[in-house]
């Protein structure tokens, strides 16, 4: 049941239905609750029961933590608690894949299918029920006493199977006030649905059934439709990623929820670091907080600062997909970051430098380039495919040329879009707005359904990010 | 009451930016009638715009296809060429495609069009009957593709058996479908939004995407023996009907499957059909000729697949030029000595 599907549609407004007949707090919490289960039974029922058995093991583990006083066991509640959810996570995820790792190392052939089936949004939710065991160690937040309200909050169906990955501090204080429907609410929420509909709909899937097939037989396609096929394959992941998180936020903001920003223009970024800060953003900044700040962070010298980074950009990369693609990615992101930093210390006398447009220009083409260039071990899926890609984007090679109009259109329609944030952000800021009578907000909003009638394919792709 | 009067303006503009934006870039509005042999036909003298694959805009003649007033050469050959989309090819401009190649290329033949999109081998019987009814046909091309085996099949109607098991009647009547669009016929013929919508809800509903053949790489299976033995009665019967009107001669567009270095072969499927064909039509003593090793030549000549646009895909979907010529050469390789025949004063 995806967001752009009609069965999501009936679904959602059956939920609205529900909420707006039975108006009690508690009442409410348990529709959201039965709502977000019936959701993620709607790909595999088994899998209810996992994320029931994930979220009641990291609730009942926080009530221990919170009823002790003895630090040492507070630490070992904390430690067997995220162990689990950690366990949870790597059988799911990474058990065949280290299995055929440990295989190829030792030079033999991994002819097995252990038959492990991923659960969408594992990812998403363990990192979830993991910040909240976490913080509530450090006492940053305080212990969620109702099974329902923290059930809920691993399980909110908006941004369980994709995020974006919710804190419990940002939360859980939500559920503690009353959960208010209200049609200010719905106008903006709406709004950013629909936004994030025309990204994936309109820009996300119509690249997709461009760059499926060129990152499939990359052997195929000339050069010049290799770099066409990167063109759309960054504004497709970012479209679909950033689209999807606005469609969840949207609908959390309908349900009376606020959720945490995703992106903010991460292409406009001029620098790796920069991107990291803008892309998503509930990732990037768990990784920070909750991994590489553990780890030590810039606390320990600048050799260890970049170890962590590299640790955290490796494990990063992993938490994408039990692939050597992934980790290469993450490891690549890992030394550019590093390289950064230090580029940054020793021209940090050059400030004035900094602030010239023709620096700006040049750090942001460089760090676009750079970004979209790492989608390729990122969207590949084996490295002989992936180079074959490289080799022949930067062969100059011969093979079928496929400049498809569409996907040019689109990619214009999206830079369009980039420079009117940049330059004249006041236009974009009208949206979402909570006035549905202005004429303009009409138009916009009209215009946007038709486009998306129109032009959208017929058969969505799925999310990119729900299979992490 | 400002709110609703903004909504009923919002409404109205929408609508005719949809029907605009949609003529320029999606599709003109589909002039159409029901037709009770053909299902449904474009309607005499239309002009018709396609941009879902390649950028087409072809007028059709007096009998709905795409082709020039029907007319008949006294001298030489009239050749009717039966088949379906690929045929009838709204995709590329006329004289881009294989029926005006091959005319263009032969002195002696007028090649009349007759491909419609969504006929099967059933129909064309009836097809065939209609143009013998307006010129002499002195030789008929029924162009069949991968698909057609399976279209053959579901188009199949009625079949009649006598009592030793032969074939004697097919029955491809269109009586109750497209009811919406029959009813609604002056909006459909007039708005190219709602033909536009229309198409994708149907095919929303039949959970179809708007390029079922093209994006058919699923696994091939061989098809049952009861399947195989129904078009292979269905093969006979309407072979049989259409050299009552003029001979028969199949050409086969086969599907490819590219690799590097301009090399390819053709697909599983489309080799097993086209063994299939070969067999049958020398079952009938039917000339057969595949387009295979053409598309082969012509693939690692260009590193251009013989399918495919910019605009819907590259390797799948309907004939390109290049695919055309590649269908126009077999032809006119075909019918070139019988042109040479009758330059000498031999007979056709």
Redesign the interface.
């Known amino acids: 049941m995806i967001f752009t599907s009609l069965s999501f549609l009936l679904f959602f407004l059956s939920v609205l239905l529900l909420l707006a007949v039975f108006k009690r707090q508690a009442a409410r919490t348990y529709i959201l609750l039965i709502a977000s289960y019936v959701f993620y039974g709607w790909w595999s029922p088994v899998f209810v029961l996992l994320i029931l058995v994930t979220s009641v093991w990291a609730w009942a583990f926080g009530l221990l933590i919170d009823r002790t006083d003895d630090e040492v066991k507070k630490s070992r509640y904390l430690f067997v608690s995220v162990a689990f959810s950690l366990g949870v996570l790597a059988y799911y995820k990474y058990a065949e894949f280290l299995a055929q790792s440990f295989y190829a190392a030792l030079g033999w052939q991994w002819t097995y299918d252990l038959g492990i089936v991923l659960p969408v949004g594992i990812s998403f939710f363990t990192f979830q029920t993991l910040s909240y065991s976490i913080d509530l160690r450090k006492g940053k937040i305080p212990v969620c006493e109702s099974p329902t309200k923290f059930m809920l909050f691993v399980a909110f169906f908006p941004q369980l199977v994709a995020g974006p990955i919710v804190r419990a501090s940002d939360f859980l204080p939500q559920l503690e006030k009353k959960i208010r429907i209200s049609s200010k609410n719905i106008v903006i929420g709406a709004q950013l649905f629909l936004g994030g509909a025309l990204q994936k709909t309109l820009i996300a899937d119509n690249m997709s059934t461009f760059v499926d097939p060129i990152f499939a037989e990359p052997a195929l396609y000339s050069a010049e439709t290799l770099w066409l096929g990167l063109a759309a394959y960054s504004i497709q992941i970012f479209c679909d990623f950033c689209g999807y998180s606005l469609m969840a936020i949207g609908i959390a903001k309908m349900l009376g929820f606020d959720l945490p920003e995703n992106f903010r223009m991460p292409y406009l970024s001029r620098s790796i670091t920069e991107f990291w800060r803008r892309w998503h953003i509930s990732l990037s900044s768990w990784l920070r907080d909750y991994l590489y700040i553990a780890l030590g962070g810039n606390r320990k010298g600048k050799a260890r600062m970049y170890s962590h980074l590299m640790i955290t950009m490796l494990l990063g990369g992993l938490w994408h997909g039990a692939s050597w693609n992934f980790v290469l990615w993450g490891a690549l992101h890992g030394i550019a970051l590093a390289i950064h930093k230090i580029w940054d210390d020793r021209t940090r006398d050059y400030s004035e430098l900094k602030a010239t447009p023709l620096y700006s220009s040049i750090a942001w083409l460089s760090t676009l380039t750079f970004a979209a260039l790492l989608w390729i071990p990122f969207r590949c899926v084996d490295f002989p495919t992936m180079q074959v890609y490289v080799s022949r984007l930067f062969g100059g090679a011969d093979g079928i040329d496929w400049i498809n109009p569409q996907v040019i259109t689109l990619l214009s329609v999206v830079v369009i879009w980039h420079l009117i944030y940049q330059f004249k952000p006041a236009v974009l800021a009208k949206f979402p707005s909570d006035n549905p009578e202005r004429f303009g907000v009409q138009f916009a909003l009209g215009i946007s359904i038709f486009a998306i009638i129109l032009f959208a394919p017929l058969q969505t792709s799925p999310f990119v990010y729900f299979q992490f | 009451m400002?709110?609703f009067r903004?909504?009923a303006?919002?409404?109205l503009?929408?609508l005719l930016?949809?029907e605009v934006?949609?003529r320029a870039f999606?599709t003109s509005p589909s002039p159409a009638k029901s037709d009770p042999e053909l299902g449904w036909v474009y309607r005499p003298g239309v002009e018709i715009f396609h941009t879902k694959e390649g950028w087409g805009r072809n007028q059709m003649n007096a009998l709905g296809l795409n082709d020039s007033p029907l007319h008949e050469i006294p001298v030489g050959q009239n050749i009717a060429i039966l088949g379906d989309s690929f045929a009838e090819a709204l995709q590329v401009d006329r004289q881009d495609n294989f029926s005006e190649y091959a005319e263009a290329q032969l002195s002696c033949a007028n090649v009349v069009n007759a491909g419609r999109s969504g006929m099967a081998l059933t129909h064309f019987p009836a097809m065939a009957r209609r143009l013998a009814a307006e010129i002499r046909l002195d030789l008929i091309y029924v162009v069949l593709n991968s698909w057609d085996f399976d279209d053959t099949l579901q188009h199949a109607g009625k079949l009649t058996y006598d009592d030793d098991g032969q074939l004697i009647d097919i029955d491809v009547q269109f009586r109750q479908q497209h009811s919406l669009r029959r009813k609604a016929a002056v909006i459909f013929d007039n708005s190219a939004?709602a033909t536009?919508?229309l198409e994708?809800l149907k095919?929303?509903l039949e959970g179809?995407?708007?390029q079922t053949q093209a994006t058919n790489t699923q696994s091939f299976e061989n098809p049952s023996d009861s399947e195989l033995r129904q078009f292979a009665d269905i093969f006979g019967f309407v072979t049989s009907k259409l050299s009552e009107i003029a001979p028969v001669k199949i050409v086969y567009i086969p599907r490819l499957e590219?690799?590097?270095s301009g090399r390819s072969t053709l697909s599983e499927d489309s080799y097993y059909y086209q063994e299939i064909l070969r067999e049958l039509s020398l079952k009938s003593d039917i000339q057969f000729a595949s387009v295979g090793s053409n598309f082969q030549n012509a693939y690692a000549l260009h590193?251009?697949?013989p399918v495919g646009f910019?605009?819907a895909?590259?390797?799948m979907g309907h004939l390109n030029e290049l695919g055309h010529a590649a269908v126009g050469k077999i032809l006119v390789e075909d019918i070139a000595p019988t042109c040479a025949n009758l330059a000498f004063g031999g007979e056709g």
Do not use: E, F, Q, W
């Open positions: 400002a709110v903004n909504t303006i919002v409404t503009l929408c930016i949809g934006v949609t999606i939004l536009h919508l994708r095919l929303m179809r995407t708007v590219y690799s590097d590193l251009k697949p910019h605009n895909g590259i390797k």
